[in-house]
C-alpha cells in the first residue's frame, strides 16, 4: 500500500515563488511610473499657479516682474513678493515632492514670459505660460533674463 501525502512538492513551490517575484517586480517598475507621473502632474499644477499670479502681478503693476538689477536678482525673492502680494493661495517653498529647478524666464522687454520645472531626477522639463517652448525644449538661459532656484 502506497502512503498519501498532503503537501506541495518543490517544483510547485518554485512557480509559484516564481510568479510571486515576477508580480512584484511588475507593481515595482509600474509604481514607479506613477510617481513619475505624479511628480509632474504636481510641477505642471505649480507651474499654473505661477502663471495665474504673474497676470495678477501684471494687472497691479502694470508690466510683468523683470530680472536683472534692480529688479528681482533671485527666484527666491519674486515668490516672497508674490506671497507678501497675495498672489499665490500657499507659501511656495512648501514641498513639492520632488526637487525641481524653477526658471523664471522674461523677454528682454519685458512682454513675454514663461517659468519652467526641471527635474533631473527624473528626467523632465515642463513650462507653461504663454511665451512657454515645446515641452521637448529647455528654457532658455542665454540671454541673461533667467532667475532660478531650487526647491525640494
Known amino acids: 500500500m502506497k502512503k498519501q501525502y498532503n503537501a506541495f512538492t518543490l517544483i510547485e513551490l518554485l512557480i509559484v515563488m516564481a510568479v510571486i517575484v515576477i508580480l512584484m517586480g511588475i507593481g515595482l517598475l509600474g509604481g514607479r511610473f506613477v510617481i513619475k507621473r505624479a511628480h509632474k502632474t504636481e510641477h505642471q499644477a505649480i507651474l499654473a499657479d505661477l502663471v495665474k499670479a504673474t497676470e495678477s502681478y501684471n494687472l497691479d503693476n502694470a508690466g510683468y516682474p523683470e530680472v536683472g538689477p534692480g529688479h528681482y536678482d533671485t527666484f527666491s525673492a519674486l515668490m516672497a513678493d508674490y506671497e507678501n502680494a497675495k498672489y499665490l493661495d500657499h507659501p511656495f517653498d512648501d514641498t513639492h515632492g ?55
Open 98 to 152: 520632488q526637487a525641481a529647478t524653477f526658471y523664471y524666464v522674461v523677454s528682454p522687454v519685458n512682454d513675454s514670459y514663461y517659468f519652467c520645472a526641471e527635474n533631473t531626477a527624473d528626467n523632465y522639463v515642463v513650462c507653461d505660460g504663454p511665451d512657454a517652448p515645446s515641452p521637448a525644449d529647455a528654457p532658455d538661459t542665454s540671454a541673461g533674463n533667467v532667475i532660478s532656484s531650487v526647491y525640494n
